[in-house]
């Protein structure tokens, strides 16, 4: 019998048959194979609600020491992405012109990329997600953060799925640098762009790479 300790509660957990467990998991890949990144939006406004819980839902991931070190900035002032586009596209064309090697520039043109990010205000919203590389307690004093890269990781990942299961299409767009996000959001010192994600409903003409994800029996190893 599991009894009440302080500062612990019984663990709220649904165990299933062999046979439900593996529809759900089957179920669960199902769906998450048919995300795909999309870089062409309508600029149709979604509900803010949803993404106000799909952000929730991220915001449940596990995370070092459990300090929780992120924050997610949603976007949807025009302005705002307007500005962003133009840092963003700046920065882009520094890399096509000379950053990025020949190498990283061949294996993106199958992906049909450019300098060019319209979807930085086409889609409804911009999730800036940001780590706190420490935190800032109630007097202002700095407080350690453990893992945060690996934590903000998890997170995305739960946003990512949580997006796609509530019907919205997304981008995971990394400008390097990105320092531009802090200084045009205005964030605090302790935090650090860590990822932009366009969000919204794809367009209706809207064409994605015909791409060939790697079979189960090369990304797992059985030991």
Known sequence: MVHDVDGF???????????????????????LGRRR?????????????????CIAAAASAPSGAHKQPWTFVVVT?????ARLRE????????NYAGRMNPTWIEDLRPLGTDANKPFLEDAP?????MRQAWGIGADGERLQHYYTSES???????LLA????????????TPSPMGFLQRLLGRPENERP??????????????VPDLVRKELDEVRVRI
């Open 125 to 129: 919203v911009l999730i800036v997600v």
């Open 162 to 173: 949580a997006l796609h299961h509530a019907g919205l299409a997304t981008l995971t767009h």
């Open 77 to 81: 002032d025009p302005l705002v992405k």
């Open 194 to 207: 860590y990822l932009l994600i366009p969000v919204g409903y794809p367009a209706r003409d809207c064409l």
């Open 152 to 158: 903000v990781g998890i997170a995305v990942g739960f």
């Open 37 to 53: 990144s999309v870089r062409h939006f309508e600029r149709e406004a979604v509900p803010l609600e949803v993404i106000d819980r």
């Open 87 to 94: 840092a963003a596209e700046a920065e882009e064309r520094a």
């Open 9 to 31: 509660r019984p663990l709220q957990f649904e165990r299933f048959d062999e046979e439900r467990m593996l529809a759900r998991a089957r179920a669960f890949e199902a769906e």
